[in-house]
């Protein structure tokens, strides 16, 4: 099984969770609510 990595963390995760250098493994078929594509806009 090939497992994918995950980087930082999501709304649920603590502040180090959401760091870039947090990364967590998971197979392929995993899903979570709580984890997906994140919309950054830079602010004024």
Excluded: E, T
């Amino acid at each position: 099984m090939h497992l994918r990595v995950s980087r930082g963390g999501s709304w649920y995760s603590n502040a180090s969770g959401c760091a870039v250098s947090s990364r967590f493994n998971y197979g392929p078929d995993y899903r979570n609510n709580s984890y997906g594509f994140r919309v950054v806009r830079k602010a004024d």
